[in-house]
């Protein structure tokens, strides 16, 4: 005997998020837009959060390394020395150029940087 699908409720979950979803298509396959977005994202773009992660992790260690120069008082180093640190200027959060003078900034530490050293290192200050 042949029995409708429409009849039969069959509990389904949601594809990204894992909740069971309550309502609507029996084949619905996602609780809600966010998570059928996020999975076609996921699936389109699968190395996306480990880079956002790897980036983000770089900042904190450029970070962590200037602030502790910050703190110990030394406001110019050479990059050969901050590279031996594990510091790598390719990732920094601000930059910008005053006159001839290249200025970057990781969150709020900020320094003048010149092609073999890095100078004027200091907190910025909220106004």
Do not use: W
């Not at 039969?8 to 609780?31: A, H, M, P, S």
């Not at 992660?53 to 030394?74: F, Q, S, T």
């Amino acid at each position: 005997m042949a029995y409708s699908l429409k009849y039969i409720k069959i509990k389904t979950r949601c594809l990204q998020c894992g909740k069971e979803i309550l309502y609507g298509r029996v084949d619905r396959k996602f609780c809600c837009e966010a998570c059928k977005n996020s999975y076609h994202n996921r699936r389109r773009y699968p190395m996306r959060e480990d880079m956002e992660g790897a980036v983000l992790r770089r900042i904190d260690l450029n970070h962590a390394i200037l602030e502790r120069l910050y703190k110990m008082d030394i406001h110019t180093i050479d990059l050969l020395t901050l590279s031996h640190l594990g510091f790598d200027p390719h990732f920094v959060t601000n930059f910008r150029r005053v006159g001839r003078h290249d200025i970057f900034a990781i969150f709020d530490l900020q320094y003048e940087m010149t092609p073999t050293r890095i100078k004027k290192l200091e907190m910025i200050t909220k106004r």
